[in-house]
């Protein structure tokens, strides 16, 4: 019963940490100088106060309260794990990847754009982070009974692919036309991945996990 707790806590803290994120960026989006275009702006513009001086505060502070939210969700991490040794290890290590994620978040609300080369490697490592988050826990579950919401593993797969295609062509220095697009696509991608593996979560109504709402475990 304590591992059911602590995962479906871990969930309800992930949910309110996307809701966070969600609503202050369309927030902040309002008070841009000029009209947001995904096209031409990069996500970290709109916490720069030269760009959005009304609505930076918005951003940033959600950024920093999303980091906040996640942490106990990465926590639970290790709490879904049935099977070999290796799964509990990688689930660990999913879990270090996961504060280092809220870690970076939080120090990106408080370093935004404006702060320059300082942010920029911020976001690097905040990418990297969840990049590695999601393999990890996407490998360590593949096979678990807990995650055989088939849709999750999927989704999972195809945002860590869709990473290591943009941070491919980051390190070629290659910037397509639809490299911002692309961006926000994996950003809300990994979001929506999360979000699934939440209400997987909180679907349960046993401690063995055998018998959801969605009746598809």
């Known amino acids: 019963m304590e591992g059911a707790f602590i995962r479906r806590s871990g969930a309800r803290f992930c949910v309110a940490a996307i809701a966070v994120y969600v609503i202050c960026t369309l927030v902040s989006a309002l008070f841009m100088t000029k009209p947001f275009d995904p096209l031409g702006n990069w996500i970290g513009d709109l916490g720069n106060s030269a760009f959005n001086p009304q609505g930076a505060i918005i951003y940033n502070g959600g950024v920093i309260l999303t980091g906040l939210l996640l942490a106990p969700f990465m926590l639970s991490l290790a709490h879904w794990h049935i099977g070999p040794q290796w799964s509990r290890r990688m689930l660990t290590a999913a879990e270090a990847a996961g ?10 609300g408080l370093f935004p754009e404006t702060a320059g080369g300082l942010h920029l490697h911020l976001s690097e490592f905040v990418y990297a982070a969840i990049t590695v988050l999601i393999i990890l826990v996407n490998v360590a579950l593949y096979r678990n009974v807990r ?30 036309a639809m490299f911002t697009v692309y961006l926000w696509m994996s950003v809300y991608l990994a979001f929506f991945w999360i979000f699934l593996f939440c209400y997987n979560a909180l679907a349960t109504r046993a401690p063995d996990l055998m018998d959801t709402t969605h009746g598809l475990l």
């Open 99 to 108: 504060i280092a994620l809220c870690l970076g978040m939080v120090l990106l």
């Open 147 to 176: 995650y055989r919401l088939w849709v999750i593993p999927v989704l999972g797969f195809a945002s860590f692919l869709l990473n290591c295609f943009l941070i491919g062509l980051y390190l070629a220095n290659v910037r397509p």
